[in-house]
T-cell receptor, first 113, second 110 residues
């Protein structure tokens, strides 16, 4: 089946830093979505991208739909402690049935001790 | 004003039992989903319903049976529970591509 490779698998942040994560696929995707999951909660939609090259912001978050339609990245600027959590990319493959999304394995964002 | 709600939040049961998880959405979406999240946090779709009709049925054991009495509800019934069924189960709904998740049900099978 479709696979999304998300990297890094985990990262440590220090307050005020900018951080980036990305998601790549071997096949073309129609849509890219970025979610954040806090412990004990369900994933929350952060940003949705629908066109190749699209760059969209949501507060300190910025995400881009790659030109090749096979990748996307998420940037968090001036990170704060509540940015800790698991970030998932998700995409809709070109010929997926029923709005089916494929999820990446997640990037775990942790605070530097 | 909860958008997607699930009950129960936690479910602890013994192997061999039958249990159900309920999901309701008040967003007016036509499509609802069930996902399983394993201990490594990997999210895998199980089922999807559009307006009470099953449209996605991934490779899931027959012991799992979804039921959608109306487009605002999608329940998940699990027969003969096994240890490997322990996971967090998420319900989600969507108007199109953007999916909105419930808070999850943590199922522990002992």
């Amino acid at each position: 089946g479709q696979q999304l490779n998300q990297s890094p698998q985990s990262m440590f942040i220090q307050e005020g830093e900018d951080v980036s994560m990305n998601c790549t696929s071997s096949s073309i995707f129609n849509t890219w979505l970025w979610y954040k999951q806090d412990p004990g909660e369900g994933p929350v939609l952060l940003i949705a991208l629908y066109k190749a090259g699209e760059l969209t912001s949501n507060g300190r978050l910025t995400a881009q739909f790659g030109i090749t339609r096979k990748d996307s990245f998420l940037n968090i600027s001036a990170s704060i402690p509540s940015d800790v959590g698991i970030y998932f990319c998700a995409g809709q493959p070109l010929q997926a049935a029923g709005n089916k999304l494929t999820f990446g394995g997640g990037t775990r964002v942790l605070v530097k001790p | 004003d909860t958008a997607v709600s699930q009950t129960p939040k936690y479910l602890v049961t013994q192997m061999g039992n039958d249990k159900s998880i309920k999901c309701e959405q008040n967003l007016g979406h036509d499509t609802m989903y069930w996902y399983k999240q394993d201990s490594k946090k990997f999210l895998k779709i199980m089922f999807s319903y559009n307006n009470k009709e099953l449209i996605i049925n991934e490779t899931v054991p027959n012991r799992f049976s979804p039921k959608s009495p109306d487009k605002a509800h999608l329940n998940l019934h699990i027969n003969s529970l096994e240890l490997g069924d322990s996971a967090v189960y998420f319900c989600a709904s969507s108007p199109y591509y953007e999916q909105y998740f419930g808070p999850g049900t943590r199922l522990t099978v002992t």
